[in-house]
């Protein structure tokens, strides 16, 4: 990536904090630009070591950024768009890691110049924990990461993307917005939404006596509350279609138990061990598990 010279980071929490580490280990001749608008944070991030510098002028940090990636919570993007237009070098591409992509795009698309190339990308690697003290420079590593175009997107600004984020250690793929957002309200949005669903449902009496099953199966619920609020309300279809059909589903289960239909609650069981099953082998299979 000889034509790389500064990347700014806009957002230094878990997820913008370890890409900027990563990029900061793996793209030694490359200065990667910090930025986040809590004192706090930056404070942190100058003894961590994050990056080769830590900004507090947002618009200063990116006027001479050849690759600037937000990594705020969804509902800012838009502001950042607006406010960094006017700075952005020429050829400049913008991205970020955002769960959701139909908005993101279309905002770029309001807001940013034709000079500067936008392309979304979400990279799938996290935790439920928040903050920069859990930033760390493998976070990414064996990870997929998500690409989304549309037919207006420029192919080089795809090509650089994606051997960034390879370079990063991620597998790099790409799809359209709308079917990224569909398909990422299935396997997490919805999901989140159910595992909230399942602790209110229960008292925090009755939650002391939860087990390690119960733990692991709720861990998404300790995520950070305002950036998973912008990811349900920034893919509203879609999550509510989500929770319709795993409502369907418990209807299904309801029913059956209610009739004391064993045959149907083993097949109900069965089908998801086996659909899991698959899952794991899969995973294992493209090396994003270990076995």
């Not at 990636?69 to 913008?94: H, N, Q, W």
Request: glycine share 6%.
């Amino acid at each position: 990536m000889k034509d790389l010279r500064q990347i700014t980071v806009i957002g230094l929490g878990l997820l913008g904090g370890s890409i900027s580490s990563a990029a900061l280990l793996r793209l030694r001749s490359v200065k990667v630009i910090g930025y986040a608008h809590r004192p706090s944070t930056r404070r942190r991030a100058k003894q961590l070591g994050i990056a080769s510098e830590i900004a507090s002028d947002l618009r200063k940090s990116v006027s001479q950024a050849d690759l600037v990636i937000l990594a705020t919570p969804i509902c800012a993007f838009e502001e950042i768009f607006r406010e960094i237009a006017d700075v952005l070098p020429g050829g400049s591409i913008v991205t970020d890691v955002g769960s959701t992509k139909v908005l993101p795009h279309h905002w770029a698309e309001r807001w940013l110049p034709k000079t500067v190339y936008y392309v979304g990308s979400h990279p799938i690697a996290g935790s439920e924990q928040r903050g920069i003290k859990y930033a760390r420079d493998n976070l990414l590593q064996q990870s997929i990461c998500i690409l989304t175009t549309t037919a207006k997107t420029n192919l080089q600004a795809i090509q650089k993307l994606r051997r960034f984020w390879s370079t990063l250690g991620c597998t790099v793929r790409v799809m359209r917005p709308a079917e990224h957002d569909k398909i990422f309200s299935n396997i997490s949005h919805t999901p989140h939404v159910v595992v909230a669903a399942l602790i209110n449902a229960n008292s925090e009496e009755d939650l002391k006596y939860a087990g390690k099953g119960f733990i692991d199966t709720t861990r998404l619920a300790s995520g950070s509350p305002n950036i998973w609020a912008d990811v349900l309300l920034t893919n509203t279809n879609n999550t509510t279609k989500g929770i319709d059909k795993i409502i369907a589903e418990l209807e299904k289960m309801k029913k059956a138990i209610k009739n004391q239909d064993k045959k149907q609650v083993e097949n109900l069981l069965e089908a998801a061990r086996r659909k899991r099953h698959i899952l794991i082998n899969y995973k294992i299979k493209k090396k994003e598990l270990i076995s």
